[in-house]
């Protein structure tokens, strides 16, 4: 039978479940225009295929859904390739690494990482994320408190004090801080882990699979990745622009 | 025209019809007597529905009440009800109260229902009263006008729970003059009241109820000079010394 | 800040009527729809067939008694395993329609019921069929106990149509959570959301609140 | 999704789940116990005569009718703090949700006192009952068995909505289902569970519902006006 | 003990009571008639309060009506009243209805009040009705509830509203009976009915109204035997001609 890739040939699109979880990954930009570097790396990739894209745009409840249910070709997400994560969908090879990190508000009595550490202090993460997992491991007497609802609701949470210190991806910390004043809050330079991200689609589909690392290689090679990752993960160059 | 042969009734543990074998002639006018709780109203609640029967047959009109057969919503538009309650509906006004059958039921055409309606309300003298809410009636009003929407469909049998138990006595004998206008044209009707002096004019019968079975039955003549039982004997004695 | 941070919403104002567009259109098509069949549903579960009736009771049970999320990810993600593929505006309309539909369904028994008994007789009683009876005795008196809860479930409705962003639809609460990314002041911009919300429920609240009053008056009702 | 349903692992989440139905139904339960006190004032407030009572309390009832409560757990949240007033999350949570629902609860409330004849009211007052007494022993019980399916319409609404409280770091059902959603990529497995779950609080609450029909039973048959 | 001066009241442009100038002695007993929708429930309505007046004074037990010192709650538990439309609390049994205000107004222990409401309720002839819910009885049943319920406050002024209309004549002289020995014991009675029997048994006095106006007042006597104005002779003439 014909692949995955034969189809998307013959419709002429390709379809993509992101999750607009905020700067720099997958964002609205100032004009209300989708963009964020999965978001590049996405068109790229249909543009590479010679077909439209079409995003869809689903809260995280439905991202996964969508792909098991066919209604995505694939999943486009700053998501870790987890082992369990692996028995369900197809993860491509990394295409960068990240990690979580820690981080206060600027003027906050926790200075370090050390600091947190302390019993009680009260540790915001997002519910499910891998951060939420090595905020228990790093901070076994902390109070973890896991909300739903994306990356800027953790530092509204540490900006208005409900909690402490904040636990998220380096990159998503970085890129979303930027939307207040400068120097809001502290970002501790150290990592608590070192965490890929990769893109996902079916097992059932192994030919776009195949591509989508191919592709990964590709723009490895050219360059045309890590100018992506300079703009928008690496630096906030992208923020006069959007 | 109405046929009751061997009728039982219960309400739970209590016997409210015990064994009623009664035929009413077309034309003919009944009265319906007895003390509180005896079972007179159940006994006409029966006949058009509204109360069912355990053993016995009820046959109204040609028609075996019960019977799959038997058309309840059409057998009902012939036989008119005044409960004892009134039961205007208390969204409607006087007049709506009474043309509400006549044009859905009837088919009549609005204006003449209303025209119609307009009569009969001037006739139990609430000419006043036809856009009133019944909220706004007096007791005696709202029975008035139920007694209204009763003749408004012109049904072959009638039925009356205590048709003048709210009206002053001058109101009682104009209500009673309609009532004896319309048996007089030849109307089937059964009417539960203790006006005896209706029951004397009117009346080709009169049954005497007691601890739900029928007691006694005779012309009026027969039962008020000349009453049968000691039951009826110390009601009627009751009556006329207060 | 506050300035700055208002002068960047403005630049989102084309999004966010757009998601507002979204939420009415969703949820008118689907009140309309879901109270047609809700009232459908009322009057024939208080109907004389046991079969039907219990068949509509376990419906609306189950579907009052679990999540909306739930639902409308079986209506989109795995009806298409049973051959049924639905865009998602069509399923989010299909889904919001059923929940009304439930609810509605609900109230509007409960509202039958508290007709008084010698109305229906009454009516029985003139021979009004069984249509007849609910039309021009049973349901006018019944609205009385129908309307604020109706209304209520109403406003209810067009706050559960946001649900409908896990499938995809852009409404008014998921542009609230996309701006909330860029202008990250959410006290700020889900008041914004709060009061896009306000400007759809509060007309239908007072609507409510004048037809209550005209019915009242038909009924000569009186303070306590 | 369905071909791979697995029950194993929604056996090994079960602890979780258990955990999560716990924190709902004690959470729920305040905040209706909540709801049920702010809607009965209001209710009062808003059947008074005058208007230095109605009026705000309609205003409140309107207001809180006509916005999501996302943006009321968002104010009282983060605003609040604003205000110099930190409150712990499950009490803002039980806050949120027990405001948010009285005011549904006070139009039911509302509607449903309203439906009892005038009659019954003079009943009251002509044999002596202060106004709190009528209440008491002839408005209420009979407001109440009208009452019952729109409140308990209103309560499950509530028990969905407390899902809404892991916005802010409760941890309650639904929070379960999502992590089993997200950590092992099996939504179906998630919801369909958190569905069941739910699904045994309504008919709970139904239940309940009976009893207390049951309690301020009384015969429907024939009336007595 | 009830005092009306000059008393008016309109329902919107309907002039329901018009300059109703009536005094009741302790111990008397009025009986109100006149035809239906003449204004007699709404005058013993506004007695204790039930409607307001617009002019005129009307006082009670020494305290004036619509004065702000008058303790309203506190009057009417000396006014017992027995509704037209009975009113029954329909979620209480028959002996929960007489003992309701007794337990909870009165403050009388509740083995006592239950005594009493069974003794009241044998005394109307319901000892087999107590646990009874109104819509298990039947009408002249109910109307007998509602008459015990009024007894049982023992309060020094009684108001009836047509106490009898529901009942048969054999039950309608059991409750004046009643009634008789309650007025006996010297208790303040106003009594809207047309049981002249009752009337003339009873009353001090007869007060005749029409269109919301007293027309005659005067023993029972004199009324009936030598009527002043044609509108009662009228009316005396329909009662005796039915
Ligand atoms: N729904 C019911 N459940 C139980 N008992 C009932 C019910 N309806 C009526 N009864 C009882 O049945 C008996 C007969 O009632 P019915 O209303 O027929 O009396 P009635 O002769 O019309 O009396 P009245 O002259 O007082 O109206 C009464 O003792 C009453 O208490
Ligand atoms: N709430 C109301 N609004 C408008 N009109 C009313 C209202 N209540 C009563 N009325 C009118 O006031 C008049 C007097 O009513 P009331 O009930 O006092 O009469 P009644 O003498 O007791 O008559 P009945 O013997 O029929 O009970 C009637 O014409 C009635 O229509
Ligand atoms: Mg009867
Ligand atoms: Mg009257």
Redesign the interface.
Known sequence: SAGTLDDITKRGELRVAVQ????PFS??????ERTGSSVELAELMAKEMGVKITF???????L???L????ADLLVADMTP?L??G???AFTKPYMYTGSTVFTKADSKFKTTEDCKAKGTKI?VL???TGEKEAKTAFPDADI?????????L??AI????ADCGVNDVSAVKG?ST???AGSFTIMPDLLSKEPLAFATRYDEPDLLVWMNLFLDQVSVDGRLQKNLDYWVNSDAWKKDH | MIEFRGVNKWFGALNVLRDITLSVEPREVVVVCGPSGSGKSTLIRCINGLETIKDGDLVVDGQRLGDPATNMTRLRTEIGFVFQSFNLYPHKTALENVTLAPIHVRKIPRTEAEQAGRELLAKVGLADKVDAYPAQLSGGQQQRVAIARCLGMRPKIMLFDEPTSALDPEMISEVLDVMVAVAEEGMTMMVVTHEMGFARKVAQRVVFMDAGAIVESGTPDEFFSDPKTDRSRAFLSRILRH | MIWQQLQSLAGSYPLALRGLGMTVVLSLISLVLGTLLGFGLGILRTGGNRLISAAIGAWVDLIRGTPFLVQIFLIFFILPEFGIELDAFTAGIIALTNLAACFICEIVVAGIRSVPTGQVEAALASGLSRWQRMRQVVLPQAMRIVLPPLVGQYVLLIKDSSVVSAIGLTDLTRVGWLVVQRVPNGLLVFFLVGVGYFIVCYPLIMLARRLERRMGAAHGEVQL | MLENFSFRTIVEYLPLFGQGLVTTVWLSALSFAGALAVGIVLAAMNLQRGRLFRVPAKAYIDAVRATPLLAQLYFLYFGLPRLGFVLPELVVGILALSLNSGAYVAEIIRAGILSIPRGQVEAGVASGMTYVQRMRFVILPQAFKVTIPPLLGQAIVLVKDSALLSLISVSELTRAGQLLASDRFMPAEGFITIAAFYLLLYYGLKGLAALSGRWFGLQPARSST
């Open positions: 607009t979880q905020g700067p964002l609205v930009g100032a004009n209300g869809l745009d689903f809260d995280w409840d439905g996964i859904p969508a098991l249910s066919g209604k987890t369990a994560r028995m369900k969908v915001a519910l499910g994320a408190k896991s909300y739903k609802g994306g990356g800027p609701l530092l509204d900006n208005n004090g409900q979303q939307a207040y004043p």
